[in-house]
């Protein structure tokens, strides 16, 4: 159980984002960064798969500092997950949900190693120089439309 609640506009972001970054620390107290596709919401609590992370599970193994970054980069904003991470079995009972959803997603042919579960212990919010000083402010839907504009992108119909 984290010792902070997961606000809705978190899990939102987090649904969106699809790519996370998970920092942890290496046996020699360097950092260590890997992309995650995995970050999810479930039942209250914070979850990835370790797909191809044998460095990510054995940093937690040993010392399970966390810190996990999500941002919409077309939102340019995101959220900061500090905490404690706790590295499952996939035939966990809560680890079987998530590894479950990850080769329904991406086909039955990938690796759940182990699935991690964070006990958050702090939620700050990560906001981009968009939101912060540009002059005079603009809405999300602006801040939004102008990077899809500057990334080439057309957002789907839907």
Known sequence: MSLVKIPEDA??????????FVATVNADGTPSLSPKASLTVRNGGLFFADIASPRTISNLRRNPAIEINVVDIFA??????????TVLAP??????PIADW????NGPEYPVDHVVKVEISAIAPLLSPAHVFARPPRSQDEIRSSYY???GVTPLKG
């Open 11 to 20: 899990e939102a972001v987090i649904a969106r984002a699809i790519l996370s």
């Open 76 to 85: 340019r904003r995101g959220y900061r997950f500090t905490g404690r991470a």
């Open 91 to 96: 035939d966990d009972a809560e680890a079987r």
């Open 102 to 105: 990850v080769r329904a997603t």
């Open 149 to 151: 504009e500057k990334y």
